[in-house]
């Protein structure tokens, strides 16, 4: 069955950077987008943007533009997010999501990764 | 952005009860508005997508309406499992866009 497994939690210090994996099983990885969704404490979800898995090329929302990175390990049916240079509002957990189909075109998430929670505390 | 207002953001219920959870838009989205329910150590779950389909598996007791820019979320008859938080999401446009959640709790 189709699964997202995502990187343990993670604990930073300010100005830190952080890298965390989601790790896709269960479909063939580069036929579909990976698209990354972030949640502060107590707040909702917000979407930072994605990643086309069979290019590599990134796409970020506006708010995620400058810090964030998201990559590929293809070979290994791996995307991940890196967050540089970290800030206090960074502390949240982050999720990996997969659309039900290959489309690019807005959709829904039918596949969600369990989240990585990254707290930045000094 | 479309901006998504969800409410209420904490509703108080037994089991048995019907409840239901709105979602208005800021602007016309059709129908693509998609529902999630969220449980702690849980995969978010995708519960309905085009404004009332249900996603296989999800339980009849959950629909899903839409009146203009205004969508429901109702769960009828709730049962113990369905205390969780949900939140709809649009993909009419990007970036996407979630509402503010609301957490369902048992009265």
């Known amino acids: 069955q189709i699964q997202l497994v995502q990187s343990g939690p993670e604990l930073k210090k300010p100005g830190e950077s952080v890298k965390i994996s989601c790790k896709a099983s269960?479909?063939?990885?580069?036929?579909?987008?990976m698209h990354w969704v972030k949640q502060a404490p107590g707040k909702g979800l917000k979407w930072m943007g994605w990643?086309?898995?069979?290019?590599?090329?990134?796409t970020y929302a506006d708010d995620f533009k400058g810090r964030f990175v998201f990559s590929l390990e293809a070979s290994a049916s791996t995307a991940n997010l890196q967050i540089s240079n970290l800030k206090n509002e960074d502390t949240a957990t982050y999720f990996c999501?997969?659309?039900?189909?290959?489309?690019?075109?807005?959709?829904?998430?039918?596949?969600w990764g369990q989240g990585t929670l990254v707290t930045v505390s000094s | 952005d479309v901006q998504m207002t969800q409410s209420p953001s904490y509703l108080a219920a037994s089991p048995g009860e019907s409840v239901s959870i709105s979602c208005k838009a800021s602007?016309?989205?059709?129908?693509?508005l998609a529902w999630y329910q969220e449980k702690p150590g849980k995969a978010n779950k995708l519960l309905i997508h085009?404004?009332?389909t249900l996603q296989s598996g999800t339980p009849s007791r959950f629909s899903g309406s839409r009146s203009g820019t205004d969508f429901t979320l109702t769960i009828r008859s709730l049962e113990f499992e369905d205390f969780a938080v949900y939140y709809c999401?649009?993909?009419?446009?990007?970036?996407?866009?979630f509402g503010s959640g609301t957490k369902l709790e048992i009265k």
């Open positions: 999501a997969r659309y039900r189909t290959g489309t690019t075109v807005a959709n829904w998430f039918a596949y």
């Open positions: 269960g479909y063939t990885f580069t036929d579909y987008a």
């Open positions: 990643i086309n898995t069979y290019t590599g090329k990134p």
């Open positions: 602007k016309s989205i059709s129908n693509n």
């Open positions: 085009s404004g009332s």
């Open positions: 999401q649009q993909y009419n446009e990007y970036p996407l866009t």
